[in-house]
């Protein structure tokens, strides 16, 4: 039995952390979700900026939207909705199976509205409209403001993928805004199911201690975090005032292991893939770290519901100088940061591509 399948019996699904033209035009998702049990998929703007940047996939499209005058943000989300929600219809037979647990696929706002509650929920609601799917998670960030934002949109019955979350208190945040949504839809009469993931990034954390860490605690701290924000997303579930919300109708918000593909060239490909086998969770997988871990990866068993050693391991590198909470604010606001990045050279791409098509006239 392939491990991709293993792990699916575990209780863990797998997404693709990735989106191109080319993997459904070529029928390659087509191949991962019927091979590698691939159950959904997750789009980022830097996934975009190299499809859109490095590859002639969307140049037809890209011509005739900008000849109906189309360009900037609103010709990118017209680009990316038509991929999303292709995938969206391939994953659809997952999603109706499952009862809407699997099958999904993300889009996110703008990076740039990070800071900007109101316009966010206002993109929010726009895009998901738009997508005219069930099956289309929006994606927003974990930031003060986009907390706010969470929380109005779950309330809006927009169904949320909660992204650039780095430690347990970023994860804890999120479902406080999830479950305050929920609770006051159920004050307002509405129904309380409205689908939500929290995506914890992992392997940033081992890349920001390379160098300040002892040997034995590399590529050790980012699996501590899961482990310990797992703990926590159990006892959420086990807590009265999830059960209240679960017993009218809602939907656990699952944890999702994000920045899953090694960094580190001495380490297993397949590294966070094998620690972080956790029942009812999500890993959402680049490419090559799937093919990897489809080809030699392993599971060895479930992760432990307590925490297993994260607390030690934690401590281990606070001792060596690591402050982790500082850090945890830190890798946001550079994730935040290279988000947006990617989001100006993404729309000045399409602007020159936009120009090159013009003047060449094809």
Partial sequence: MKPTRQLQQLGQSIWLDNITRGLLDGGT???????????GLTSNPTIFEQAIGKTGFYDAAIRRKSGEGKSGEPLFFELALDDLTRAAD????????????DGWVSLEVSP???NDAPATIASAA???????????????PGTPDGLTAIEESIFAGVPINVTLLFSTAHYVAAAEAYLRGLERRLAAGR????????????????????????????????IAVAMQSYRAYREMLASPRWKKLAAAGARPQRLLFASTGTKDPAAS??????????????????????????????????????????????????RAGVDDAALAQ???????????????????????K??????AGT
Wanted: aromatic share 6%; net charge neutral.
């Fill in 269 to 318: 490909e397949t590294l966070y893939i094998d620690a972080l086998a956790a029942p009812g969770t999500i890993n959402t997988m680049p490419e090559k770290t799937l093919l990897a871990f489809a080809d030699r990866g392993a599971v060895p068993g479930a992760l432990p519901a307590d925490g297993g050693d994260a607390e030690a391991v934690l401590a281990a590198c606070r």
């Fill in 330 to 352: 830190r890798l946001q606001q550079e994730g935040a940061d290279a988000f947006s990045k990617s989001w100006r050279s993404l729309l000045q791409q399409i602007a020159g």
């Fill in 191 to 222: 129904d309380a199911r409205v689908d939500s993931v929290a995506s914890l990034f992992i392997s940033r954390w081992d890349v920001a201690v390379k160098d300040q860490v002892p040997e034995p605690l590399r590529n050790r701290l980012g």
């Fill in 90 to 101: 391939l994953f659809r037979p997952v999603f109706d199976a499952t009862d809407g647990i």
């Fill in 29 to 39: 998702l087509a191949g991962y979700i019927g091979d590698l049990s691939v159950t």
């Fill in 112 to 114: 740039l509205l990070a």
């Fill in 354 to 359: 936009t120009r090159e098509l013009a003047r």
């Fill in 126 to 140: 726009r895009l998901h409209a738009l997508a005219r799917r069930p099956n289309l998670f929006i994606k927003i």
